[in-house]
């Protein structure tokens, strides 16, 4: 964003007190303050957890994780159905079934002629049924599966916080940049009246050409557009950190209260991936939840015993309860062979399993790389801020001396344009790298937590 400004500001002039930047700093803070909203570091967090819809989808994910685990119960837990059926009939099987249910049966019954053409009869049942698993081995390891799932959905989670924290952080850090580029501009522009003035009263005192005043007003005008992309690029800034915040975008305009940190330390040099992060233990618990996948499709194979119950009550009127009956047993099952389909659901697991595996291994390897370039960034960026502060002050002392020396008609206007914009375009760039070395910094903390 603030190299758009840096790339713009070449023929902008501008002076550099000090004093001048943090009077002009706070005039501009306070005009700004009736249609802003004042923002500190330490409120982005808990505002974030509030509203950001990231966190929201992940904790849905972890939650949906979380009942696939609780569907497992189903191991040990009976299912308990309860049922109510109404029938009229006159099929012979279902009347004489019906009668004998409802324990109505009498000797007369048995007559051939009213054994097959049975008067209508009514029946109504109500049944109570229990299922209840014994022995599923394969269901074991898949509940296993399932709660190691939801310990990494819980570590995705977990790094998706991170993460978050580190996106609103940059978010920050790029909206007091461009608070500071708008503050610097806002400097060139009274810098630039004074100078236009100046040249002016040179012009008409016969000292300067008229090509220098037009040069001023040419000037001054690309000073104006500039300050007008920097509001917008205020706006830009404000609406994405409203949108990492999860608040309502509209036009709200946020002001930080603190500063851009200008204190640059060195860094120390430590690359060695530290394989407890949250996303590469994610990683690794995926990997075995895979493994207790395959492990159960291996034990697809073995017999299933279950214990079965149902309790019944028949009446040839709603919920009668003339006549009831029970029935208990165990069942022992064996799929001996389903067409392949088995086999081929074991070679897929194992296929998965191995899949998860090189992708945990590739993704620690990426891991690695990206730790050991992030290392490197942070000290090309906190020699660049060095390189940066230096060019600065340096270009700042070149601009006053020629600045006394146009003054005494030893210099051309010119000349002093060029050292103007030369030491504005050293101070953004200093702001540039000192903006750059943070969010260097920012994501080596993220990639080596």
């Known amino acids: 964003m603030i190299s758009i400004v840096l790339r713009s500001i070449k023929g902008n002039y501008m002076t550099k007190t000090g004093a001048l930047i943090l009077l002009l700093l706070v005039n501009s803070l306070s ?4 249609d802003t909203i004042p923002i500190k570091q330490e409120e982005l967090w808990p505002r974030a957890e509030k509203g950001n819809y990231q966190l929201k989808i992940s904790d849905q994910e972890y939650k949906s994780a979380k009942a696939d685990y609780h569907q497992s119960n189903a191991l040990f837990l009976p299912n308990v159905t309860i049922s ?17 249910n409802q324990e109505i049966l009498t000797p007369a019954d048995f007559n051939p002629d009213l054994l097959n053409n049975p008067d209508q009869i009514r029946n109504y049942s109500s049944k109570v049924e229990v299922l209840q698993p014994l022995i599923n081995a394969d269901g074991i390891l ?34 007091q940049l ?23 009263d040179y012009y008409d005192q016969g000292y300067v050409q008229r090509t220098d005043v037009l040069n001023v007003e040419v000037h001054v005008g690309e000073l104006k557009n500039q300050i007008a992309l920097a509001q917008s690029n205020i706006h830009n800034a404000s609406t994405y950190l409203s949108f990492l915040l999860g608040e309502n975008l509209g036009e709200k305009v946020f002001l930080p209260q603190e500063k851009l940190d200008t204190s640059c330390v060195s860094p120390e040099i430590n690359d060695k991936l530290n394989e407890k992060r ?4 994610a990683m690794q618990l995926s990997a075995d939840a895979y493994n207790k996948m395959y492990q159960s499709k291996k034990l697809n194979f073995l017999p299933r015993l279950n214990a079965f119950g149902t309790y019944e009550i028949y009446d040839d009127k709603i919920f009668g309860t003339d006549a009831e009956g029970y029935l208990i047993g165990v069942q022992l099952s064996w799929n001996i062979f389903d067409g392949y389909k088995s086999i081929g659901k074991l070679e897929k697991s194992r296929a998965e399993y191995n899949h998860s595996g090189l992708e945990l291994e590739q993704y620690k390897s990426q891991s690695q790389m990206e730790l050991s370039v992030a290392n490197r960034k942070v000290f090309d960026a906190f020699n660049t801020v060095n390189n940066k ?7 700042k002392e070149a601009y006053r001396i020629r600045s006394d020396r146009f003054a005494q008609g030893l210099e051309k206007a010119n000349d002093l344009l060029q050292s103007e914009t030369q030491s504005s375009m050293k101070e953004l760039e200093y702001y540039q790298s000192i903006y750059e070395y943070n969010l260097s910094k920012l994501n080596f903390e993220f990639l080596s937590k």
């Open 278 to 281: 949250s996303d590469i233990k």
């Open 178 to 200: 461009v608070y500071m580029a708008y503050d610097v501009l806002k400097i060139a522009e009274r810098s630039a009246g004074n100078t236009e003035k100046m040249i002016r």
């Open 84 to 100: 109510n059926a109404a029938i009229n009939t006159t099929n012979p099987l279902m009347a004489f079934g019906s009668k004998l």
């Open 389 to 395: 502060r230096n060019g600065f002050f340096q270009s």
């Open 31 to 34: 005009a700004r303050s009736q």
């Open 142 to 175: 898949e509940r296993r599966a399932a709660k190691i799932k939801m310990q990494a959905y819980s570590l995705k989670s977990e790094r998706t916080k991170q993460y978050l924290q580190m996106e609103i952080q940059k978010a920050y850090y790029q909206l």
